[in-house]
């Protein structure tokens, strides 16, 4: 990354992270109460109407609704849908389906996004280990983002740990920063060789967030010009923190979602 590239990746100062972390506690308020709502029968309609509602009760309003055009608060994707499913009233969750809930909220101008991945009372084996192997991978991406590391080591750790265990790391779709806007620089890829990308310093604010899929890596984006499916079929798992780089290491600014545990192993 050239000198200038690397200049325009914003560091925040201590009340601006704290800032963050306001909208962060939204964040995690609301995708907890997702969490437990989430069982058989609930429509995925219902889930964005709770978590628009209860961010505006706490001042927030959601940051997805109507970014570049996305119809609703919440992102829920269903099984092998990777991310960005959008919410219906006829999809109504089914006994063992895998539940990505992404959610992101802005407080006074300042923004924060978290996901989890649920399963709706008992999921297969599988599933269970796909969930369990995506929250140690965001907590060993989360582990490696120290300043004077390189992004390229945060998504090493993703992608060591997830792959390592058999599953496969989505390429098409990266994290990023996150601060006054919902994406800013720079792209934090789940993937690549350690010691490469941006340097991180501290005051920066990740949205550090692995898609980890149970067969291929390859996505496919369905008609709706959002929902994106994995190829092969087979279940998928994300979750997501918003992280802020800090002289006495990683900070997570989203703690509290349900099942995303900053020290997850």
């Known amino acids: 990354m050239d000198v200038a590239a690397q200049a325009r990746i914003a560091r925040r100062d201590r009340a601006e992270i704290e800032r963050i972390r306001e ?3 939204v964040v995690a308020a609301v995708l907890s109460e997702l969490g ?3 069982v058989p029968g609930v429509s995925t309609a219902e889930l964005d109407r709770l978590a628009r509602a209860r961010a505006e009760a706490m001042g927030a309003r959601p940051a997805f609704l109507g970014y570049r055009g996305y119809p609703a608060s919440l992102c829920v994707s269903v099984n092998d849908e990777v991310i960005h499913g959008i919410p219906s009233a006829r999809r109504l969750l089914r006994e063992g389906d895998l539940v990505g809930l992404d959610f ?5 101008g300042w923004y924060a996004d978290a996901a989890v991945t649920v399963a709706v009372g008992r999921a297969s084996a599988e599933a269970e280990r796909l969930v369990a192997v995506t929250r140690r991978a965001l907590a060993q991406g989360i582990a490696a983002a120290w300043p004077g590391a390189r992004v390229g080591d945060v998504g090493a750790a993703v992608e060591a740990c ?3 265990a058999g599953f496969s790391v989505v390429r098409d779709f990266v994290g990023h920063g996150v601060g006054r806007r919902l994406h800013e620089p720079p792209q934090v890829p789940n993937y690549g060789p350690p010691g490469t990308g941006p340097e991180l310093g501290e005051g920066m604010v990740l949205a550090i967030e692995p898609m980890v899929n149970a067969g291929t890596a390859q996505v496919r984006v369905l008609a ?3 929902t994106a499916v994995t190829a092969d079929g087979r279940s998928s798992a994300h979750f997501e923190h918003t992280v802020a780089v800090t002289a006495g290491g990683p900070e997570v600014l989203t703690a509290g979602a349900e099942g995303v545990s900053p020290v997850a192993g």
């Not at 992101?104 to 006074?108: K, Y």
């Open 224 to 226: 709706d010009g959002w």
């Open 162 to 164: 997830a792959e390592g």
């Open 23 to 25: 909208a962060g506690r």
């Open 36 to 38: 437990t709502a989430a």
């Open 104 to 108: 992101g909220a802005v407080l006074a």
